[in-house]
């Protein structure tokens, strides 16, 4: 069995044991974000995910983060890309501001929150490094700030063109894992990791027998990827924590990700009474608890070695993805 759960410590202080469904906010696709964050910190009792991008233009600020048991600090390659991550079927227009690893830097810096927080290495929107290139920049990253928990947010080598997406070199990771060995925690973003979920689902699995193999219990981190049935595949294959905007966008029903409208309607009759704005925020609360009844599906889904039948609404597909998955 590839699922598993890790408990993460930094410090000697215990942060909190996988898997990690985390919320994650942007002011890209969200201008209120500040007021999102304020709203669903009375519901949020998971750790978070923000952007040092939008900390550093003041669309959020420390102090918004701090109800949060820990916090993941992002490193603003998002937002300061025009292209978009796998749930933004609509694409809007988007033109980022100024963003660097100098400002970046400063973003670190100031952080004074005292909420245990996992800092994630540089993504540049305009340079594409080799891996040893990247992993040696993280650890000067991790020497730099031994205040955070490192993370490794690891890029493909070269830049995807307009028809043609890159990815991960999956080989080069799993022949040198041993590189990773100084980074409690891995990150790779789910539409770089492969052209189909089963190929996404392939490369997770070996880059985490890969580790193993080496004694390196690093848990995989999944960026984008916050849905009501992806995460599960992706979990069964080996990754442990997962962020994505998903949750605002869309609604979870039933082991589905659905239009908010058609979710309104699903969630009962009077849904189709309801405006834009009450709609959302009913919303974004129901896909917090279902995420919290996801997070415990998996929990016990480890506990009781593998059964498929712990996902109520995806046994069946979780059944034939890992089959697929083991041929």
């Not at 990690?20 to 009792?45: C, H, N, Q, R, V």
């Not at 809007?92 to 400002?103: H, I, N, Q, T």
Request: charged share 25%.
């Amino acid at each position: 069995m590839l699922a598993r759960r890790t408990k993460i410590y930094h410090q000697g202080q215990f942060v909190a044991e996988t898997p990690w469904l985390l919320p994650s906010f942007s002011s890209k696709g969200f201008p209120d974000e500040s007021k999102i964050l304020k709203l669903m910190s009375a519901f949020i009792t998971s750790g978070i995910l923000v952007s040092a991008y939008d900390l550093s233009y003041n669309k959020i600020t420390q102090q918004r983060c701090a109800f949060a048991p820990f916090v993941v600090l992002d490193s603003g390659g998002y937002e300061a890309r025009i292209d978009h991550d796998l749930s933004e079927s609509y694409g809007r227009p988007y033109k980022p501001k100024a963003w660097s690893r100098v400002l970046h830097e400063k973003q670190l810096k100031a952080w004074k929150l005292k909420t245990p927080t996992i800092a994630v290495t540089y993504d540049s929107p305009s340079q594409y490094l080799k891996l040893g290139k990247q992993v040696a920049e993280a650890r000067d990253f991790q020497d730099k700030h031994p205040e955070f928990l490192t993370e490794l947010l690891i890029k493909p080598e070269t830049r995807p063109s307009r028809l043609k997406q890159t990815f991960i070199p999956i080989e080069k990771l799993v022949i040198q894992a041993e590189r990773f060995r100084p980074f409690p925690l891995l990150g790779i973003t789910e539409k770089e990791l492969g052209p189909s979920i089963l190929a996404r689902m392939r490369n997770i699995a070996r880059l985490r027998q890969s580790l193993d193999a080496k004694g390196i219990k690093a848990p995989i981190h999944i960026f984008g990827s916050l849905d009501a049935m992806t995460t599960v595949l992706y979990f069964v294959a080996g990754a442990e924590i997962f962020d994505g905007l998903t949750w605002l966008r869309f609604g979870f029903h039933g082991g589905r990700t659905m239009y908010y409208q058609n979710y309104s309607l699903v969630k009962g009759p009077e849904g189709i009474h309801r405006g834009s704005e009450d709609q959302y925020s009913d919303m974004w609360k129901q896909n917090l608890y279902y995420l919290v009844k996801l997070q415990n599906q998996m929990i016990n889904y480890v506990k009781y070695g593998g059964q498929a039948s712990q996902f109520t609404d995806l046994a069946d597909i979780v059944n034939d993805a890992y089959l697929q998955l083991e041929a």
